[in-house]
C-alpha cells in the first residue's frame, strides 16, 4: 500500500487519530482534548471544540521564537509599481503586531469584523494577520467588484471597520479605490465607523476627516500588540462567494481547523516545508489567496510571494517565469486561464529563455477546469508535474489533487486525481444513491467534512442547511458533477447550478440577471456562461423587451453592460446581450436555463418534454452557441 492511500484510510477510518496528530505541528495556548464535536450536526461540526490558539502567532511569532526571525515570509513583486520589497518573518511580525495596534486603537477587538478592500499590496498581508492577532474576523473584498458589492458585504458582515488604498494599478488604467469604498460606505446600511487608508503615490486621495485615517501614521503611532488567544471554533475569516442567487454567501472560516488543515497540505499536498517559497498567483481576495498566498505557506515557515500584476502584460508573457527565477519559487499555483494567457501569446515559450527555473519543482493550478491542451501544454513547456486540484472557497483547501509531498501519484488527463484525506467524496443520483465508477451524477461530500472546511454561513445556518446539506441526508452537496473512474480518480464536469467560472472568478448568473430584470426596457431575461478559449466561460446575456418598449438592440445592450459593470463590477466580464424573441420555457412557465447552459457548453441536451415551444430553444441555439 502506498503512502497516499495509507493516509487516506488513516484519516477515514480513525479521523479524531488523524487530525489530532496533525495539530500537534501547531502551537496551542490549550491544547486540543477532544478532536471532533458532531453532536450539531448537520447544523455546525466543530473541530478542537475545546482549544484555544492563535492563527498569527502560528504564522509569525514561533518562528521568530525558533530562531527563524531572520528568515524570509514575504516577497512582494509589483512590476505595475516596478517594486520589489521583502519582509523577513521578523520584520512581517513587527509590521503585523503594529497594524493590529492601528486596529485596536479604532475599536476593534476579539469577533469585531473587519473589511479589507485592497490591491496586492502588503498591506493586504498584514491587515488580514492583523486580524488574526485580534481575534477579529476580517473579510477580503476583491477588487474587481463594484460598490454596491462592497456595500452589501459590509451589511452582511456588520463590519466596524475598513481598510483600503487609494487606487488600485491595472495594467491599462489605474482603479481609484477610494470613491468605490465611499459611495459603499453611503450605500450600506450598516456603514463601517472608520477606515485605514494606504496613500499610494501613483493616485492619492482625499479622506474625511474622523472617518478616514492614514495606515503609514496610524501604524507609525501604534504600540504593537501581542496575540489574543482564540477558541480554535471562533472565525478567522469571512469569505463572500457567489450563490446561485444574487446574495453572496459569506464563507466562515475557523481558526483551529483551518490552522491545522492548511499545514497539512503544506507539506503532503504542495511538499513546501520551511525555508522553501510557494507563489500563488491568487488575489487575495479569492480563496486561493487566503489559504496559499497567505496562511497556508507562513503556517508552514515557509515564504510567500505576493504578486501585483498579471501573467500577461505587465510587461509580457515571461513575466511568471522572471518571478519564478528572481525568488527561487518551488511551486506555482495559479488558474487555467493564467496558462491560457500566457500560451495565446507566447506559444513556442519563447519567453521562458534566459529565465532559470531550476528551483520550479510543480505547478499547481485550479479554480476552473483544466482542459487537456492546456495541460499537455504546460507539462510539455515546462518539464515539470502540473498538478490539477479541484475544491472551492467553502473547502478551503484541495478535496482532490495528486499528494506530490506524500506520494507522486500517476496523473490522468482532465482528472483533479484523487480525494484527500479527510474527504469522503461520493457521487450521487438524483435519489440519493451513489452511482457506478463512471457514471455522471451529483459530486457530493459525506459528512463530516474535514478541518479547516465551513462550519457555517456567516449567521446563517438555515442558508447553511438549505445550500449544502438539504439535497441529500448525510451529505454536502458541491454544486458540481461528475464521476469517478475505476481507479477513484474524480472528473469534474461542471456546475450544476447557476454559478459560472469566468476566468477562474466564481460569478453568480443571478446576480447578473437581477441587474439586467432592473432595467425599464426589459420584461424578461436570463444569463447563462458560454464557453470561452481564454476565460473558459463568460456570462451572456439573453433579454427580451417589453411589448410598446421603443428602443434600439444595441442601445439596450450597450446599457445592460454599463449597469452590469456599474453594479456588480469589472470582474463580471459581461460583454454581450442578445434581444431575442422570447426565452425557452416549460410550460408552467419557468425558464429553461439548465438547458440553455448545456448548450453553451456545447453539449447535446435531450429538450425537455415540458418544454412549452421547441421552436422558441432551437432559434436561440446559434446565439448560444456563438463565439462570444
Ligand atoms: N481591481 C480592479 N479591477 C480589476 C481587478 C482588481 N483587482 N482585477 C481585474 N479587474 C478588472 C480588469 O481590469 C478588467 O477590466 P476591463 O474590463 O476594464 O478590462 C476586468 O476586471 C476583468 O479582468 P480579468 O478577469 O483580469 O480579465 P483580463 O482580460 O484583464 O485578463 C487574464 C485575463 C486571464 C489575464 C486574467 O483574468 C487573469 O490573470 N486570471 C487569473 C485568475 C486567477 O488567478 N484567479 C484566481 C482563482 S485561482
Ligand atoms: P471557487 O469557490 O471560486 O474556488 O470555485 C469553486 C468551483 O470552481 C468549483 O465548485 C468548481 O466548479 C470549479 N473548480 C475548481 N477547481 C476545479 C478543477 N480543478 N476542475 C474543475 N472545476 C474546478
Redesign the pocket.
Known sequence: MGAYQREYERAANDPEKFWAAAAQTLDWTRPPRRILDVSAEPTVTHWFPDAELNTCANALDRHVAAGRGGELALIYDSPVTGTVRRFTFAELTDEVARAAGALAALGVGRGDRVIIYL??IPAAVVSMLACARLGAVHSVV????AAAELAARMDDAQALVVVSASC?I????L?P?KPILDEAITLAAHAPTATLIVQRDQQRCSMITGRDHDWDAALAAAAPLPPVPVAATDPLYILYTSGTTGRPKGIVRDNGGHAVALAWSMGNVFGIRAGDVMW????V?????HSYAVYALLLAGAATVLYEG????TPDAGAFWRVVAEHGVNVL???P??I??IKKEDPAGALLRGHDRSSLRALF????RLDPATYDWAVATLGIPVIDNYWQTETGWPICANPIGLEPLPTRAGSPTVPMPGYHVRVLDPAGQPVPAGTEGAICLRLPLPPGTLPTLWEDDDRFVASYLSAFDGYYLTGDGGYLDDDGYLFVLGRTDDVIN?????LSTGSMEAVLAAHPAVAECAVVGVADA??GQVPRGLVVVKTGVEIGPDTLAAELVARV?AEI?????F?RVDVVAALPKTRSGKILRRTMREIADGRSPAVPPTIEDATVLDALRPVLTATP
Open positions: 490591491p496586492m476583491f477588487g474587481g467588484f488600485g491595472e495594467p491599462a488604467r482603479v479605490y500563488a498567483a491568487s488575489d481576495g479569492w480563496a486561493v489567496g498579471k501573467p500577461v502584460g499555483f495559479t488558474a486561464t493564467a491560457r494567457a493550478l485550479a479554480g476552473e469566468v476566468a477562474g472568478h466564481r481564454l476565460k459593470r463590477g469589472p470582474v463580471a466580464a460583454q
